[in-house]
T-cell receptor, first 114, second 113 residues
């Protein structure tokens, strides 16, 4: 079974600084999708960024970028110029290409210090 | 446009009672998912619908849990004879199809006393 591991239960960063959240996963598949979701106190899960495994180029969305290392099965999220509104739980997730369900990591709570 | 809607937002019930949680997906989304999130934990997959059928119900924790979807739209998650360990946030998500991201609702917080 596929597993997703987030080894940092909590992280904190100064406003305007850069922070990197770690994620590793275990799979025998070659084609799959990886996601980062953000969950603020409102509970709603918000998609931050998505990466297809067949793409070598790292995905970027404004201040958010990933470092996708397929051989190492690593998928870290970098947040640049951190803002107070970035404070939330961040979840890494995996999905096989032919399956539908997402498998989530345990999450990392990110605190932004003003 | 309208997002995924879940009701109720919060539900408090006594141990042993049955509860029904409702999910209205985004219009046109064929795939619908239920997840459970216990306090401070990650998301645990429960069941996935494609249209009205459930090709993957592997995450339902016991036969007290069931779900249905009608008209390819609204879904109901039913928990019979609730136990205290059922207390959690139940999240619903929908997706337009394979490879597309999931869109989540705000969840139902269930508390079993």
């Amino acid at each position: 079974a596929q597993t997703v591991t987030q080894s940092q239960p909590e992280m904190s960063v100064q406003e305007a600084e850069t922070v990197t959240l770690s994620c590793t996963y275990d799979t025998s598949e070659s084609d799959y999708y990886l996601f980062w979701y953000k969950q603020p106190p409102s509970r709603q899960m918000i998609l931050v960024i998505r990466q297809e495994a067949y793409k070598q180029q790292n995905a970027t969305e404004n201040r958010f970028s990933v470092n996708f290392q397929k051989a190492a099965k690593s998928f870290s999220l970098k947040i640049s110029d951190s803002q107070l509104g970035d404070a939330a739980m961040y979840f890494c997730a995996y999905r096989r290409q032919v399956a539908q369900k997402l498998v989530f990591g345990q999450g990392t709570r990110l605190t932004i210090n003003p | 446009g309208a997002g995924v809607s879940q009701s109720p937002s919060n539900k408090v019930t006594e141990k042993g009672k049955d509860v029904e949680l409702r999910c209205d997906p985004i219009s046109g989304h064929t795939a619908l998912y239920w997840y459970r999130q216990s306090l401070g934990q990650g998301l645990e997959f429960l069941i996935y619908f494609q249209g009205n059928s459930a090709p993957d119900k592997s995450g339902l924790p016991s036969d007290r849990f069931s779900a249905e979807r009608t008209g390819g739209s609204v879904s109901t998650l039913t928990i019979q004879r609730t136990q205290q360990e059922d207390s959690a946030v139940y999240l619903c998500a929908s997706s337009p199809g394979a490879g597309s991201p999931l869109h989540f609702g705000n969840g139902t917080r269930l508390t079993v006393t």
